[in-house]
């Protein structure tokens, strides 16, 4: 069935550190694939996206490349901020399965000044 | 433009009573999800809706968990009754019908603690 497997966290850095979180996916057909993130106190919010092999998703300094050869969606930041802590889900959905959307457990991101 | 709007935030109960969560969507959204989250896991889905019609509700407990959405639009979901094992964060959410990408968009969600 379909699934996402994510590193195991939680990851602490230093700001200014570079991050990343990496995502593996099992799936049939062509899934889109996301990446979700939960501030403290918050609710789940789309980070970015890609809907086919080769794209890349990118908002607020944060990149993932949809590899379908690797079957991998790893987050990127170049510099995290105090501000990007947080936990961060991959997760993936299927037309077929109408939107339904499959997490992974999440990872914890803590980054100090 | 408003987002998903859920009631309440938190809740505590005591094992073999009952519970309701309510969720509205953001307006003109057709589908419509229910996603549990256990503490230090990704939230998974129990049911979704599409219009007034479910679509998809194979993860659902049906012996004690129910869900509706009448009229296409709130929802509200019932556990009763409830165990230990239902804490959890019921999150809920919506996506407009039609979008290829699927995007959804969650409510801040209703952390339940079952004592």
């Known amino acids: 069935g379909d699934s996402v497997t994510q590193m195991e966290g939680p990851v602490t850095l230093s700001e200014e550190a570079f991050l990343t979180i990496n995502c593996t996916y099992t799936a049939t057909g062509y899934p889109s694939l996301f990446w979700y993130v939960q501030y403290p106190g918050e609710g789940l919010q789309l980070l970015l996206k890609?809907?086919?092999?080769?794209d890349k998703g990118s908002n607020k300094g944060f990149e993932a490349t949809y590899r379908k050869e690797t079957t991998s969606f790893h987050l990127e930041k170049g510099s995290v901020q105090v501000s990007d802590s947080a936990v961060y889900f991959c997760a993936l959905s299927r037309g077929s399965t109408l939107g339904r959307l499959y997490f992974g457990r999440g990872t914890q991101l803590t980054v100090w000044p | 433009e408003a987002g998903v709007a859920q009631s309440p935030r938190y809740k505590i109960i005591e094992k073999r009573q009952s519970v309701a969560f309510w969720c509205n969507p953001i307006s003109g959204h057709a589908t419509l999800y229910w996603y549990q989250q256990i503490l230090g896991q990704g939230p998974k889905l129990l049911i979704q809706?599409?219009?007034?019609?479910?679509?998809?509700d194979s993860q659902l407990p049906k012996d004690r968990f129910s869900a509706e959405r009448l009229k296409g639009v709130d929802s509200t979901l019932k556990i009763q009754p409830a165990k230990l094992e239902d804490s959890a964060v019921y999150l809920c959410?919506?996506?407009?019908?039609?979008?290829?990408?699927?995007?959804?968009?969650f409510g801040p969600g209703t952390r339940l603690t079952v004592t």
């Open positions: 890609a809907t086919k092999a080769d």
């Open positions: 959410a919506s996506s407009p019908a039609g979008q290829g990408e699927y995007e959804q968009y």
């Open positions: 809706f599409q219009n007034n019609g479910v679509v998809d």
